[in-house]
Nanobody, 127 residues
Framework: QVQLVESGGGLVQAGGSLRLSCAAS????????MGWFRQAPGKEREFVAA????????AYADSVKGRFAISRDNAKNTGYLQMNSLKPDDTAVYYC????????????????????WGQGTQVTVSS
């Protein structure tokens, strides 16, 4: 069992930056791939980024590639999402998630691949 708690969301102007954190409790965090998803009002939850168990591999949605960076510190049981050059379209509730399936699988971008979810943190980007 893994419990996840996100933090670091807030209100930022377009072009600004935020760093989200995902604190994990429970055992064996390092055995789970980690993902970040987001959900805007009236829209489906969408994939943002994923990191392998070690953090050595990462995958990104095209919409955030080059602006966002996912990382993790397994010694601290914490994952991160650094978000730069934020746009109003990035406004959403951001969720971190953990999956026992490596991101090398073809479904790493699907929410159904992830067993554990945090409660979400709101990110609002003003124009």
């Amino acid at each position: 069992q893994v419990q996840l708690v996100e933090s670091g969301g807030g209100l930022v102007q377009a072009g600004g930056s935020l760093r989200l954190s995902c604190a994990a409790s429970g055992r064996f965090f390092s055995m789970y791939a980690m993902g970040w998803f987001r959900q805007a009002p009236g829209k489906e939850r969408e994939f943002v980024a994923a990191a392998s168990r070690s953090g050595g591999e990462a995958a990104y949605a095209d919409s955030v590639k080059g602006r966002f960076a996912i990382s993790r510190d397994n010694a601290k049981n914490t994952g991160y999402l650094q978000m730069n050059s934020l746009k109003p379209d990035d406004t959403a509730v951001y969720y971190c998630a953990a999956s026992p399936i490596p991101i090398g699988s073809s479904n790493y971008y699907r929410p159904g691949q992830y067993n554990y979810w945090g409660q979400g943190t709101q990110v609002t980007v003003s124009s």
